[in-house]
């Protein structure tokens, strides 16, 4: 089997399991998944059952770490309470883990709980939001634009159809309005723009590669100098009509 | 997917069958009609205004003769060649014409291609109809006829004087670009903007194809990426179901030829039914205008701006670069085309020295020459013949790649004046080699009509405004730039994960 066919099995698996379990959504822990196989780098984590083993993977990822729960019948994360960022200690870590498992079931009783998800926070770095839908109209459908603020206020995103090339890529960011930003403003390094053009390049694959997809949304995506991490991902199914 | 040998072939057959929209050898019109009030009458009125000079054919049962032209009872009894049968009669008809055309293209083996005009199929959205609709493109296709529509527009072909529709107005002078048009009515408007110059310019053809319901602008546009006579494609669309395959077409076609987009629609909004972040944003407006981006095409968000962008790319030059130079006979003006260059993305070019020293020596003493670089305010004392030279001067200037000239005439300097000396200087300059892009921005209306006519006449294209010079220059310097060569990574798009 090539990388390409275990990529390609990488969303056969999670198609299927989402499909005979009658959701849309995928988690966190399951997008991560697929994302790794298409070469879209993702923060350092790992998926903790019990608050000991929270604290376990804190050690082992070092630094400050963020713990959101991995649960295929909560969406939104932040609004049930369960999700706890820049956790500085191990035990820190296990107290996280166990106010958001309870959290979780607060929000929602019998919610299928796979765990939670211990993170190493992301270096400072450029908020990028990147993703795509498919279209009816056009297929596969790149985004890529400026995160945070620039989203919420300016909009400041493009579109491209997917794939694109290296090229492609390069020109959809010098287009932003905000594209100073990625050239490091107020003495901040430039970000590492060939490691940020090949990871839309290969998020572009990834949804040429996934026609059952609705929507890829990575928001942020950090970028800097050393290089550009997935630190939320978000990704829904078509479902069936 | 690469195209196999039998879609290649079929592609071709597909390509000569197009060939007979726009050069059939034979027109029949089902529906010709002495009474103005029907479309039959109108079609063939234009048709025969426009000049067609291969074999017309009236087809009605009732008439010897319609408007001169010879009537027939039937399709059956027409002499041939008839390559082009349109359709000016109701939907409701149609199962006789699909048995006519069927008949005709067994026995007879000329028709080619229908344009049905008459609106009454899909576009209701009755089951009638979409029935209709289907018997005529199923019926023709079958009988190896392709359709044009139905609800169309039609076909208009200045070279080859071929006129299908019932527009009026439209200017019948053959030139290099063609209008290809989503909606009639959108098309019908460019049409006529067309002829807005003091002057007008030619047009290759006009194409709306109405319902789509057999030949669609996907086909048309690659029929165009290899018509020699389309020097340039102005592309209407809107909402558009097959909207990748479009582009993509299009795309082949900007590989070589300007393609120069309008599309409306451009206010709405995210999908409600999104769930993310990226799929709120992804607007389908959002999605086209980044397409337009990747593949070559230079949007437009104005109708003046899109058919003075064409005509621009028509009879221009292209620059071999960005850098302008604006010269005026007005201040205020002036300062008003700088901030349009801007808006455009555009900027000033710097002259030599030795353009500096010309300029200063023909200009008046108190003309302002490079305030900022690339921008010269002759003010209101120049006299006609230093508005030439000058005009000449940052043309001949190898740092400058395109000039945008100002005038406002006044009772010391007369326009006809200026556009006489202007006439005089510049084809030395053309046999000089300097064939640099020149746009002469005559301000305004009634007032400079006549000098803007003058030099249109002699070949000399005027614009009316600068925001409109500046909105084609922006576009005729992008798509230069976007075909120099390709950086070596543009041609890697193996579409595997390594």
Known sequence: ???????????????????????????????????????????????????????????????????????????????????????????????????????????????????????????PGVEIIAGGVQDPSFGPVLMAGLGGIFTEVMKDVAFRLAPVNVTQAEEMLRGLKGAAMLKGVRGKPPVDMDALTQVLVNISRLLEAWPQLKELDLNPLIASDRGVMAVDALVTLQGRV | MAPTANTMASGQKAAAQLESMFRPRGIAIAGASSDPTKPGHQVLNNLLEAGYAGHIAAINPKAGSVLGVPSYPDLDSVPGPVEMLILAVPAKSTPDMVQAVQRRATQRKDLKVVVAIAGGFGETGLEEGKLLQEQLVDGCRKAGVRVVGPNCVGIIDNRHRVDTTFLTGVHRRAGGVTLLSQSGAMGAWMA??????????????????????????????????????????????????????????????????????????????????????????????????????????????????????????????????GRVSVLTNAGGPGVYTLDCLTDAGLSLGKFSHSTHAMLAATLPAFASIGHPDGHVDMTGGVSPRQIAQAVASALRDPGIDAVIHLFIPTRFTSAEEMAKELLALLPGLKRHSLDKPFFPVLLAGHGVEAARRLLE??????????????????????????????????????????
């Open chain 1, 1 to 123: 089997m090539t990388v390409r066919d275990v990529a390609l099995q990488a969303i056969d698996q999670v198609t299927s399991l989402c499909e005979q379990e009658g959701r849309v959504q995928l988690t966190e822990w399951e997008a991560y998944k697929v994302l790794r196989h298409w070469q879209i780098p993702v923060a350092p984590c790992y998926l903790a059952e019990t608050p000991g083993r929270a604290a376990e993977a804190a050690m082992q990822l070092g630094g400050k770490v963020a713990v959101k729960i991995v649960s295929p019948d909560i969406g939104h994360k932040t609004e049930a309470g369960c999700v706890k960022l820049g956790i500085s200690t191990p035990a820190d870590a296990a107290g996280a883990c166990a106010e958001v498992l309870a959290n979780a079931r607060l929000y929602r009783s019998g919610a299928r709980i796979d765990g939670v998800l211990v993170q190493q926070m992301a270096p």
């Open chain 2, 192 to 321: 006529l903007e067309w002829g807005a110059q003091p002057v007008p310019v030619g047009l290759n053809k006009f194409i709306n194809l109405g319902n789509m319901a057999d030949v669609d602008m996907t086909e048309v546009m690659e029929y165009l990426a290899k018509d020699p006579s389309t020097k340039a494609v102005g592309l209407y669309v809107e909402g558009n179901p097959r909207a990748r395959a479009l582009l993509e077409a299009a795309e082949r076609v900007a590989e070589r030829k300007p393609v120069v987009v309008l599309k409306v629609g451009r206010t709405d909004q995210g999908s409600d039914a999104a769930m993310s972040h990226t799929g709120a944003l992804a607007g389908a407006d959002a999605i086209y205008d980044g397409a337009f981006r990747q593949y070559g095409l230079i949007r437009a968000l104005r109708v003046d701006d899109f058919i003075v962008t064409l005509q621009a790319f028509d009879k221009l030059p292209l620059p071999l670069g």
């Open chain 2, 457 to 498: 006449e002699n070949g000399v294209l005027t614009f009316g405004s600068p925001d409109q010079a500046a909105a084609a220059l922006a576009a005729m310097v992008r798509f230069g730039v976007d075909r120099q060569p390709p950086a070596m990574d543009a041609a890697v798009d193996g579409g595997n994960v390594r």
